[in-house]
């Protein structure tokens, strides 16, 4: 599904450098590499606060603990995504109140989102799912009438850019309260390890977070908050940083392959390609098709036999969850994503695919189909 080792050995001399550099200084917490890349990256996504920490799932969770969500308070997110957002809220003891999918786009509906907000809600979750930034406009407006947080999961979307009808183009995670990403080494800027980072414009709001990433505590030793022990590394960092250059480079290497599958893939019957939206770039974390006519599960062992890679994400519905059950949804609540479940299909997508392993995919997939 992605080929880390191709990227690695195009960028050797810089990561190892890197590495070795971080080992040479013995900085390995808090060292200067930690702060550089953090600064980088605002200037990057044009944010005024980046703040690191150790991974995408922490990153949600301090997002909510800076906005002192209390137990009872209602966030709403989609039904269809991975399930470190659920996992924090239920951690948290907040109240879990799930939401269909948009079915073109995979991102949250935003009529979905209108209907579910209660008194009680105290935060959105939106999570650019696939690459593509969920419809932020109207969900900004949503949140502002009700007086609601928004909380932004970049963890597929780093780079990703949305464009506003007034014409504003702002990055994924830059346009809510909080946004919150991941560098787990498959995401689209991932790191050799764990890491994550939030970002926001507020002053204040920047200060608590990177007191709670770090313990609670301003100066050391006290404590101000409660906080957790959630840092990104050095060497992770240093790795970051020559990994954030390439980064655009990167979303277009994938953009590329996009184009070839969607090329050779779309109007095949009972395929759909991913559905570009109007207001986002895509950058593709994942390439996913819809497969219809109960076809899924037989193309995906079909390119297996052919030793071609795919994944479904995901076959299970957050609300049919063996975790999750408590939640007390039917199992027919969310009819879409239970549909989705069981159609989409993620093809290979890295920034090292070239035509010779694209044209063999599709082949594969243009023969079964056509
Ligand atoms: C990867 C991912 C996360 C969690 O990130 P980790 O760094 O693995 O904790 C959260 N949300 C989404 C949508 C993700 O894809």
């Not at 850019?161 to 809510?176: D, I, P, Q």
């Not at 996009?258 to 991913?274: K, Q, W």
């Not at 593709?284 to 497969?291: E, M, N, S, V």
């Amino acid at each position: 599904m992605v080929d880390l080792r191709s990227q690695y050995d195009r960028l050797k001399a810089d990561i190892d450098n890197a590495i070795a550099g971080v080992i040479s200084s013995t900085a390995f917490i808090r060292g200067p590499a930690v702060r550089l890349f953090e600064e980088e990256l605002e200037r990057y996504l044009g944010v005024r606060h980046v703040i690191s920490c150790a991974n995408g799932t922490d990153a949600l969770q301090i997002a909510m603990m800076a906005l002192g969500l209390k137990p009872g308070d209602e966030v709403i997110t989609t039904n269809f995504t991975f399930i470190a957002t659920v996992e924090v809220i239920e951690l948290l003891g907040l109240k879990t109140v799930l939401v269909e999918p948009d079915r073109g786009s995979f991102n949250i509906s935003v009529e979905a989102v209108r209907k579910a907000i209660t008194p009680r809600t105290k935060a959105i979750v939106p999570v650019h799912l696939f690459g593509q930034c969920a419809h932020m406009e109207p969900i900004i407006d949503l949140a502002r009438q009700h007086g609601i947080f928004i909380i932004e999961d970049v963890a597929q979307a780093t780079g990703a850019e949305y464009r506003f009808s007034n014409g504003t183009v702002k990055k994924a995670g830059t346009m809510g309260t909080i946004g919150c990403t991941s560098f787990f080494p498959s995401k689209n800027l991932g790191c050799y390890g764990d890491g994550g980072a939030l970002f926001t414009d507020n002053d204040e709001l920047a200060s608590l977070i990177r007191s709670i990433t770090n313990h609670g505590m301003k100066v050391r030793y006290y404590h101000d908050t409660i906080g957790v022990n959630s840092r990104l590394d050095t060497i992770q960092a240093a790795i970051l940083r020559v990994k954030l250059r390439h980064l655009d480079e990167f979303n277009e290497s994938r953009a590329k392959a996009a184009g070839f599958y969607d090329r050779e893939l779309s109007g095949l019957p009972g395929i759909t390609v991913p559905e570009k939206s109007p207001f986002s770039t895509h950058i593709f974390h994942q390439y996913t098709l819809k497969i219809q006519g109960g076809e899924r599960n037989s193309l995906r062992e079909c390119l297996e036999n052919e030793g071609i890679p795919s994944m479904v994400y995901y076959p299970v519905p957050l609300h049919m969850q063996k975790a999750y059950l408590h939640l007390g949804y039917g199992a027919d609540d969310f009819p879409l994503t239970t549909s989705l479940s069981g159609e989409v299909l993620s093809l290979p997508m890295h920034t090292e695919l070239d035509e010779e392993q694209l044209s063999y995919i599709t082949g594969c997939i243009r023969s079964k189909f056509n």
